[in-house]
Nanobody, 124 residues
Framework: QVQLVESGGGLVQAGGSLRLSCAASGRTFSNYAMGWFRQAPGKEREFVARISRTGGRTVYADSVKGRFTISRDGRKNTVSLQMNSLKPEDTAVYYC?????????????????WGQGTQVTVSS
């Protein structure tokens, strides 16, 4: 089992920044690629970003590319999402997730463990 706990969400004005963190505990953190997803009201959960087990590779959704940065700290067992130039359409509950076997990185079904989510609200 892997336990994931997100933090850092909140209310921010358009153009502002937030940094989300996800603390992992349980099994070896380095065994998992980590991803961030988000879900807005009435919409399906969508892929945001992913980082490989070693941190050497990252991939982003087109909608956040150039604005968001995913990173991980193996010593602290954390994964972070730095979000800049936020837009109202970024408003959603953000979830971090762990993937043990490198499935389809953009599919929520590929991920084995999920956090409880943290709300991000961007006002216009």
């Amino acid at each position: 089992q892997v336990q994931l706990v997100e933090s850092g969400g909140g209310l921010v004005q358009a153009g502002g920044s937030l940094r989300l963190s996800c603390a992992a505990s349980g099994r070896t953190f380095s065994n998992y690629a980590m991803g961030w997803f988000r879900q807005a009201p009435g919409k399906e959960r969508e892929f945001v970003a992913r980082i490989s087990r070693t941190g050497g590779r990252t991939v982003y959704a087109d909608s956040v590319k150039g604005r968001f940065t995913i990173s991980r700290d193996g010593r602290k067992n954390t994964v972070s999402l730095q979000m800049n130039s936020l837009k109202p359409e970024d408003t959603a509950v953000y979830y971090c997730a762990a993937d043990s076997d490198s499935g389809d990185y953009s599919s929520a079904g590929s991920y084995d463990y999920w956090g409880q989510g943290t709300q991000v609200t961007v006002s216009s």
